[in-house]
């Protein structure tokens, strides 16, 4: 059974970069037919999609975040993880990351993780 | 960008009713990248409905969906205690991936 589990610290100060990842076990991440992304859901809000990556490094960002914007994946770890930089209030979420078979949407969820931005 | 509106914002009913939830595009979605989630108070969102009407594993019969193009819909046809709960359309054929701002149905 996979298994998604994020990490990081859960308050960030503004202007700085969030960072984040997410553990994979019960299954590769290396595998072909695999997509690893990021979901966050502000408070009492709903669900906006950040970005997604390919095991070969091929990523796909939300055009509003693009430019704060990184995804990552350490095959070695068996991880991948988020970084968003110059973060605000705005940014405050909790984040998901997840995984997605080809053609498929997300089916696979991490408990999420509480980020807050403060100072 | 695509924009998904979900109609009714709420919906208040009891259980063993039928519960008809609605999904609209701003312009055309192909049906394969249709999907539908629950999410229940403190928890992830869980996958429904992918394909526009096939139910992913271990989803309970009584959820369906159905529809094309543009408009959409997901069907509880006897709500069971545990559907209580927030639902999202989403589509993910093409960029960005969006969500519906959500359907919460609550008991009545």
């Known amino acids: ?119 | 960008e695509i924009v998904l509106t979900q109609s009714p914002g709420t919906l208040s009913l009891s259980p063993g009713e039928r519960a008809t939830l609605s999904c609209r595009a701003s312009q055309s979605v192909s049906s394969t990248y249709l999907a539908w989630y629950q999410q229940r108070p403190g928890q992830a969102p869980r996958l429904l409905i992918y394909g526009a009407s096939s139910r992913a594993t271990g989803i309970p019969d009584r959820f369906s969906g159905s529809g094309s193009g543009t408009d959409f819909t997901l069907t509880i046809s006897r709500l069971e205690p545990e559907d209580f709960a927030v639902y999202y359309c989403q589509q993910f054929g093409s960029s960005p991936r969006t969500f519906g701002q959500g359907t919460k149905v609550e008991i009545k």
């Open chain 1, 1 to 119: 059974q996979l298994q998604l589990q994020e990490s990081g610290p859960g308050l960030v100060k503004p202007s700085e970069t969030l960072s984040l990842i997410c553990s994979v076990s019960g299954g590769s991440i290396s595998s072909s037919s695999d997509y690893w992304g990021w979901i966050r859901q502000p408070p009492g809000k709903g669900l906006e999609w950040i970005g997604s990556m390919y095991y070969s490094g091929t990523t796909y960002y939300n055009p509003s975040l693009k430019s704060r914007v990184t995804i990552s994946i350490d095959t070695s770890k068996n991880q991948f993880s988020l970084n968003l930089s110059s973060v605000t209030a705005a940014d405050t979420a909790i984040y998901y990351c997840a995984r997605r078979y080809t053609g498929r949407p997300f089916d696979y969820w991490g408990q999420g993780t509480q980020v807050t931005v403060s100072s």
